[in-house]
């Protein structure tokens, strides 16, 4: 990936999460973890197109994918289990380090 790409996918990210502030102003409480976990998934979408590739990322990006967000926020005890367990994934990746 090019450096021009590199600078287009970080500055819509960036648009991503500052309009996402702005809309999670009128937006239901719930939708502030999810955007959350799009943009990480964007984030790490974005590393693998710059060549970063790590198991762990990987994984986190599988998971996401595979939890249905768009049955936010009726499933929302079923996220906060989610989104427990990615926690867990992540903090003993960091301890492990």
Known sequence: MGSDQVES????LICFLAVSARGLMDEPKIYGPMRLMEATQRLIALAEDCGIRHELLAEVAERIETFPLDALPEGEEEFIRFTDDLVDLLATWVRQS
């Open 9 to 12: 996918g970080l500055i819509t």
